[in-house]
């Protein structure tokens, strides 16, 4: 089946450590995208790529990174320089045409222990 | 400008009942406006989309409209069940070659009761 896995499910961080959020997709998407949704809060755009080798900052970038090395892949890694990091983390990808629509992974949970 | 305002925040309909969640934008280069539906601990799915060169769209129970000139959209719930309590957001963007920057208004979170 097709569709955007991203793993793991739960994430724990401890203070001055880097993690790393995988998202792999098998809908042959051009484009990726990373969002960080928090209670109350609409979904805000992290990072983004439009094609391999090639990524944009978002509305809220400070304190994370990613990389896209491989079309399927599009990993971010939120740095000890975040200083909010919990919340629920949440990949997308889409076609590169018009209006395609965006679709979603399940997410990654990330909290602070 | 580039806000999307969603309210209300919650909403608690019964069984039957039509919800009907509202959504305001100020930037008028926005010229597609997708709703999603979120289930705790899943991603959001698209549920339906719009542009503004149409008033109305149905897809099943779910119904869009939209009012260009006040800037407003909204989306309802036909006939609604139990199984559509989720989390709802409305999103904008506007056509970007290569790119859909989606803006998102903040959600509404629907119960249905039995």
Known sequence: DGGITQ???YLFRKEGQNVTL????????DAMYWYRQDPGQ?????????IVNDFQKGDIAEGYSVSREKKESFPLTVTSAQKNPTAFYLCASSFSTGHAPQHFGDGTRLSIL | QQQVKQSPQSLIVQKGGIPIINCAYENTAFDYF?????????GPALLIAIR???????????????NKSAKQFSLHIMDSQP????????????????????????????????
Do not use: M
């Open chain 1, 42 to 50: 609409g979904l805000r755009l992290i990072y983004y790529s439009q």
């Open chain 2, 34 to 42: 997708p709703w999603y539906q979120q289930f705790p601990g899943k």
């Open chain 1, 7 to 9: 793993s793991p499910k």
């Open chain 1, 22 to 29: 995988s998202c792999e997709q098998n809908l042959n998407h």
């Open chain 2, 52 to 66: 503004p060169d149409v008033s109305e769209k149905k897809e099943g129970r779910f119904t869009i409209s939209f």
């Open chain 2, 83 to 114: 199984g559509d309590s989720a989390t709802y957001f409305c999103a904008a963007t506007k056509r970007n070659t290569g790119f859909q920057k989606l803006v998102f208004g903040t959600g509404t979170r629907l119960l249905v009761s039995p």
